[in-house]
C-alpha cells in the first residue's frame, strides 16, 4: 500500500482540522523565527507551541497522540509530549500542515529492509539548521576547507548528509574542498597541501571509510578536524568507539576525534568534539525514555531509549522516538551507546560498545 493511499485513510478517519492555511503559514513563519532565536529560558515553551501546531497541523502526528488517549489540552510540560516512534517514517507521509514536499530524503537501511523518507517542503529551513547547529560549535563555515570521505552516501540518492556536506564543500572559500570516493592517494595529496598551507581543514568520514584510509595510509595533521559520521554500513565488524578513536587519532596525527549525530528524520545535528560526548544546538533536545516503558523518561546518568526534540522538523515531526540506546548527563552532554535489538543499522552516528 502506497505513502499516499495510508496518508489518505488516516485523514478520512479524522475530524474536519478548523484551521485555515492562511492561519497556517503566519504561524509557522513565526515559529520559525522563534525556533532559531531560542535560548535555554524559552526553550520549553516554544516546545510546546510547536507541538500544539504540529498536533493541529500534522494528520499522522494527531492520529497518533488521539491513538494513545492523551488529553491535547493537559499538556502543559514538555516531559508530556508524546514522541512519534521514527518508524512511522517508513510508512507514513509525516508532513505539517497544506504543503507538498519540495524534497525527499530517504535512509540507507540494510539490503532489501524498508527505507525512511523525510518529505521537505521549504530545504531552506534544513538549510538554516544545519548551517547554524555547524556555526554553534566551529565558526563560520567560510573559514574551512571541507573533506567528504561519504562512498556509501555518494553511492546512492537521496541522503540529507550528501547535501549538507555539499553545501558545506560550497560554502568553505577553498578550492581545494570535495568529495572523495576511493580516491585515496589524492585525498593523502590533498591532506598534504592544505596542511602546508595552514588552512582550517575538516575530514567529514563514515567511519568504515576512515578506517580503511589510515590503514593504507599515516597523515601527521595535528590541527585536522577529523569527524566521523555514522558506522560500518556493514562493510566491517561493529567496534567500540574508544578504539575506532585510537585508530583514527593514530592514522591521522590528530589528539582528537570528532563526530556528528543526525539521522534522515531530522533536520539538526548533535556534535561531539571529544570522547563521543554529544551536544545539541540550541533549538534540539534529547530526552531518555524508559527501555521497558516508552512513556516514561530515566534520570539523567541512565541508559534509556534516545528521545529526540528537533524543532527545527516543523514540516514534519519535531518529537521523534529514536531506535539508539543512549545516557545524558547534568551538563546536557549525550552519548550514544548503541541499538535496540532487532532495529536498522544505519546512519547517525552509531558505534557499538
Known sequence: MSVFIIRQIFLSHLKPLKIREVEFKQERSDLIRKIFSCTVDDFDQIALEVFRYQYNFNAIYHKYVLQLNVDFNKIDAVNKIPFLPIEFFKSFVVLTGFQNAETIFSS???????????????????????????????????????????????????????YMANDMIQTGHSELSGFYLHHSEELVRTLTTVKEKGQKTILLGVTFALLDFVKEHTIDFPDLIVM??????????????????????????????????????????????????????????????????????????????????????????????????????????????????????????????
Open 108 to 162: 540507507s537501511g540494510t539490503t532489501g529492509s524498508e527505507t525512511s523518507k523525510h518529505f521537505v517542503p521549504e530545504i531552506e529551513l534544513y538549510q538554516t539548521s544545519f548551517r547554524k547547529g555547524f556555526e554553534n560549535f566551529y565558526g563560520a563555515m567560510e573559514d574551512y576547507c571541507f573533506l567528504a570521505l561519504l562512498p556509501s552516501y555518494l553511492e546512492r540518492d537521496g541522503s540529507s548528509l550528501i
Open 228 to 353: 566521523e559520521t555514522g558506522g560500518m554500513k556493514g562493510r566491517r565488524q561493529e567496534i567500540i568507539r574508544e578504539e575506532v578513536h585510537r585508530e583514527l587519532c593514530k592514522g591521522f596525527g590528530v589528539a582528537k576525534i570528532h563526530s556528528e549525530y543526525g539521522m534522515t528524520e531530522l533536520l539538526s545535528q548533535a556534535y561531539s568534539q571529544n570522547d563521543g560526548l554529544f551536544f545539541t544546538p540550541p533549538w534540539m533536545k534529547i530526552m531518555m525514555r524508559d527501555t521497558n516503558d516508552p512513556f516514561s523518561l530515566v534520570q539523567n546518568g541512565m541508559t534509556g531509549g534516545i528521545n529526540v526534540i528537533d524543532l527545527a522538523n516543523l514540516d514534519s515531526c519535531a518529537f521523534l522516538a529514536t531506535q539508539d540506546l543512549g545516557k545524558i548527563y547534568n551538563d546536557g552532554g549525550f552519548e550514544v551507546l548503541g541499538r535496540f535489538d532487532y532495529s536498522d543499522v544505519r546512519g547517525c552516528n552509531l558505534l557499538v560498545i
